[in-house]
């Protein structure tokens, strides 16, 4: 379940993040700002459904994840497909957050 909710705080946390993005870089119109504002706000929400009783290991463990759902938004929204060093340093990220979610626990 955990994984699940990581999955839909990074796909709000891009998109948010993007709003912004676009509105600096892109010239996007400012109204892109509102829903990229709902949508961190959604992210930073979803965060606290994960079962854990300290802040920080939620979110390094959330940070591989992250990494994972920026690479498959470089290849599915921006169409631009992760090179092999991508895809290696994603997996890295992702054995990382593993560890960290996964390790007994005292």
């Known amino acids: 379940m955990t994984y699940i909710i990581y999955a839909f705080a990074a796909v709000f946390e891009i998109a948010g993040c993007f709003a912004f993005w676009a509105w600096l870089k892109l010239e996007k119109p400012a109204w892109w700002l509102a829903p990229?504002?709902?949508?961190?706000?959604?992210f930073a929400w979803l965060l606290t459904l994960v079962p854990s009783d300290a802040a920080g290991r939620t979110f390094a463990a959330y940070g591989g994840i992250y990494?994972?759902?920026s690479?498959?938004?470089?290849?599915?929204i921006?169409?631009?497909v992760p090179d092999r060093y991508d895809i290696g340093g994603g997996l890295i990220c992702l054995a990382g957050a593993s560890v960290?979610?996964?390790a007994p626990r005292a």
């Open 67 to 69: 990494i994972l759902a």
């Open 36 to 42: 990229g504002m709902i949508s961190l706000a959604l």
């Open 100 to 102: 960290i979610l996964f």
């Open 71 to 76: 690479l498959s938004w470089l290849w599915l």
């Open 78 to 80: 921006e169409g631009r």
